[in-house]
């Protein structure tokens, strides 16, 4: 039997205190007025502008109809290029608009977009660049502005792992033409479901309004077709409630990864993640990279630890190429450090109040495994 928590899952959805929850979600019951832009909804919307430090955005109910979205009111079309080593969301996204997603290899180094590989996959057909911050690491900004500004295209990045993430000092969302956050339950900062888009351009604003509420612009006016796509009010609540909360969460997790770090630099065969100058992280997710030197496999490791009550993820596997959906239409012959990864990348656990007794059961778990083929091999 194990000492510390009986399992222990990637991540624990964060709930703030009851009361405090409760207290929030009060005058709900005063008003009767549940979703549709309600008045928890519009706080929960001034607080986030605040904390982002950002001029503009729009509320949804989850990320990936942001996401959606996002295409729409872009008016993108044709190909868009993006990446494998994401969430199926990231491509459903672009499909279901009709658009052919074009795949980009990714760095070894953080595992987004090889920003060097771009240029030679755009076609007359590209209208877009959609980039993964994964992991909340930030992509290269700079250099794909530079190349969506020489060739006239947009650019979305796909957030869902970044919220809190600052570059230089500014929200990673202030980049590209619009930016989307997940607030889903397992995500860093939850609004139980939601979502949100991040943007400059005020003359975007309309259409972010009208495709989340089928395109109704007044008691007798339907503008344009649209999606109901509206955050409801308990989720805005909760929103307000994790925002709170959000900064000792990270600076928790922060401490949880410092002592992974600490616990596992030494073990041969283990990449860790790279943790740059310049960037506050949000240590949404602590992905290691098993290495043909560590003699275990990714899989091995996901399922001995598995075993022993500990649930690791493969994020992201299969790579979007792979998906049974997609599998017919994509060349993927170029795809080989997003292929290596994939098959080789695993998330430990992480959250708040995961305890340093169960970190370091963790890594003495990884460690020992690694002694016994070590000595198997001798
Ligand atoms: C979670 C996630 C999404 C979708 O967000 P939801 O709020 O769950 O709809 C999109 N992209 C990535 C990379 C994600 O991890």
Known sequence: ??????????????????????????????????????????????????????????????????????????GLEGEVITTPFTFASTIHALTMNNIKPVFCDIKLKDYTIDEHLIESLITSQTSAILAVHVYGFPCEVEKIERIARKYNLKV???????????????????????????????????SIE???????DVNLKEKLYLLRNFGISGPENIEIPGYNAKMNEFSAAMGICNLELIDEEIKSRKKIVDLYV????????????????????????FPILIEDSFL??????????????IYTRKYFFPLATDY????????????????????????????????????????????????????ERK
């Not at 939601?194 to 400059?200: I, M, N, S, T």
Request: net charge neutral.
């Open 262 to 285: 600490q616990e596992l630099n030494n073990l041969k065969g283990i990449k860790l993640p790279v943790y740059s100058d310049g960037v506050d992280y949000n240590y949404s997710y």
């Open 1 to 74: 039997m194990k000492e510390y928590e009986q399992n222990i899952f990637v991540t624990k959805s964060k709930l703030p205190d009851f009361k405090r929850y409760c207290n929030e979600i009060k005058s709900i019951w005063n008003n009767h007025w549940l979703t549709n832009h309600g008045e928890l909804h519009q706080k929960f919307q001034d607080l986030l502008l605040d904390y982002l430090d950002i001029p503009l955005i729009e509320l949804y109910v989850n990320g990936h109809m942001a996401l959606d979205i996002s295409i729409k009111a872009l």
């Open 324 to 375: 049974h959906c997609y599998k017919k239409t994509d060349d993927n012959t170029a795809l080989k450090n997003s292929r290596y990864v994939s098959e080789r990348i695993l998330t430990l656990p992480l959250y708040g109040d995961l305890s340093r007794e169960s970190v370091l059961e963790i890594c003495n778990l990884i460690k020992k495994m690694k002694r016994k083929i070590n000595d």
């Open 156 to 190: 979305i990045y796909d957030a869902a792992h970044a919220f809190g993430v600052k570059l230089n000092r500014k929200s990673l969302t202030s980049y590209g033409d619009i930016s989307m956050l997940s607030f889903h339950a397992t995500k860093v900062f939850n």
């Open 194 to 200: 939601g979502g949100a888009l991040v943007y400059e």
């Open 296 to 309: 275990l496999t990714r899989d091995d490791l996901h399922i001995a630890l598995e075993k022993e009550g």
